[in-house]
């Protein structure tokens, strides 16, 4: 006696195909976590390495001109024009005690998002955006230079290269920060 077969239906064929395709395929690589990573915008004040965080950056331009202002700090180097906008130009390195940055070179103003605040900071040189692995934060900031370590947040090793964030907040909130007005002495 010779057995009839049932034709499949068309379900029982998908079953059918998804089961030999399972037997037969390739299984995909395990799903691994990437570490995450911490991104900032990286320059240089004097010899110094520093980070700020994206949200705490509006622009980043080259130094055009900066009028001077009459009777403030030596550090803040007066007002520039950005993009239509005034903003204060802070001499980053010379209002942490460093030597001034010469108006010759080629500096960069990085323009800080801070409320309504309109200041820029007067830089050395900026890197560009920079990643770091949050687990490998140093945590130590005793490294850092004595004028510069109130101002950074964290620190991050990289190999030889210690950077420090700069805690953007804490620096424009800080009265000598805000203390603009040259004071004579008697």
């Not at 070179?105 to 409320?115: A, R």
């Amino acid at each position: 006696m010779s057995e009839t077969k049932i034709p499949e239906t068309p379900l029982d064929l998908l079953v059918r195909i998804e089961y030999l395709s399972r037997q037969a395929g390739h299984k995909l690589p395990e799903k691994i976590e990437a570490q995450p990573l911490w991104r900032g915008i990286a320059f240089s004040v004097d010899q110094l390495r520093l980070v700020i965080p994206l949200q705490m950056i509006t622009d980043v331009v080259e130094c055009g001109p900066v009028t001077p202002v009459p009777r403030t700090k030596g550090w803040l180097r007066g007002v520039a024009n950005v993009r239509g906008t005034l903003y204060s130009v802070t001499d980053l390195a010379c209002f942490l005690g460093r030597p001034p940055l010469a108006m010759e070179t080629e500096g960069n103003l990085l323009v800080l998002n801070e409320g309504d605040l309109h200041s820029a900071i007067l830089v050395s040189e900026v890197y560009g955006l920079k990643s770091f692995d949050e687990e490998r934060d140093a945590g130590d900031a005793s490294t850092l230079d004595a004028s510069l370590r109130q101002y950074v947040s964290r620190v991050f090793n990289e190999e030889t290269q210690i950077w420090g964030v700069l805690d953007v907040p804490h620096l424009v909130s800080d009265e000598a920060f805000r203390e603009i007005e040259w004071q004579a002495t008697a």
